[in-house]
């Protein structure tokens, strides 16, 4: 596997193998996630001769993808329940200000691929230290609304961590069960939206996490999620509200 210089750390990340993963339900997860990343692949004909780990090929696979304008850490607690990390963003803040998100932000130059950006961000986010994070995958790249491409990088995290809120950029961190997601119903959310001197209401699925409103762009990562590794299907809308 080559290496780029300037990402030279990214070698002490490590790759979670599946086997060795007891809980059922991260095992299924883990298989499908790497699964979706390894059809992704850009140079199959790398590993004809077979001598490849897959952890090579994750790795490999993640190096080819081409760079987001931004991604982010959809982490996952390694334990019998599994939680996901969110966080609501600081309500000052320039874009999505107090909306609920994963950890990530903009790729910068020098970090060479979205892996690297995904856990810098994570890093000045809340303190999640990178080798506290075992790599599952990628999954497909989502679009913000200001039309920045994002790719989501799933991976595992030990729970019981000790996070710190960056307060210029996060006001809370929060956890979303796992297993509860997959079976939750959405609930219909609407959000006022802006544009030039009209103001319209736009109705779209959500989630209520822990007293939070999970939708727009997160939302979407988890219901990309649940569909990768548990096949779940969400028709996932944004309607304009018809008012008489």
């Not at 809980?23 to 590993?47: G, W």
Request: some cysteine; overall charge negative.
């Amino acid at each position: 596997m080559t290496v780029p210089e300037k990402i030279d750390f990214f070698n002490k990340f490590s790759v979670a193998v599946p086997s060795f993963i007891r809980h059922p339900t991260l095992r299924k997860l883990a298989e499908r996630v790497q699964h979706e990343t390894l059809n992704a692949l850009t140079s199959p004909a790398m590993y004809e001769s077979g001598n490849t780990s897959q952890s090579t090929r994750i790795l490999d696979s993640l190096y080819q993808t081409p760079i987001a304008d931004a991604s982010i850490l959809v982490a996952i607690t390694h334990e019998r329940k599994p939680k996901i990390l969110l966080t609501r963003r600081a309500a000052h803040m320039n874009s999505h200000a107090g909306e609920v998100s994963c950890v990530g932000g903009k790729h910068e130059i020098g970090d060479g691929n979205n892996v690297v950006t995904a856990l810098r961000e994570a890093c000045e986010e809340t303190a999640l230290p990178p080798n506290k994070v075992q790599l599952l995958g990628q999954l497909p790249i989502q679009t913000s609304k200001s039309g920045m491409s994002v790719r989501p990088i799933v991976a595992l995290i030990a729970p019981g961590l000790i996070l710190v809120p960056e307060v210029g950029e996060i006001s809370r961190i929060f956890w979303a069960d796992l297993e509860s997601l997959v079976n939750q119903p959405t609930v219909e959310y609407a959000v006022e939206y802006k544009m030039q001197e009209q103001t319209a209401t736009i109705l779209t699925p959500s989630w209520q996490v822990d007293g939070e409103t999970v939708w727009g762009l997160t939302g979407r990562v988890i219901a990309s999620l649940l569909e990768t590794g548990f096949d779940r299907q969400l028709e996932w809308y944004y309607r304009v509200e018809n008012k008489r």
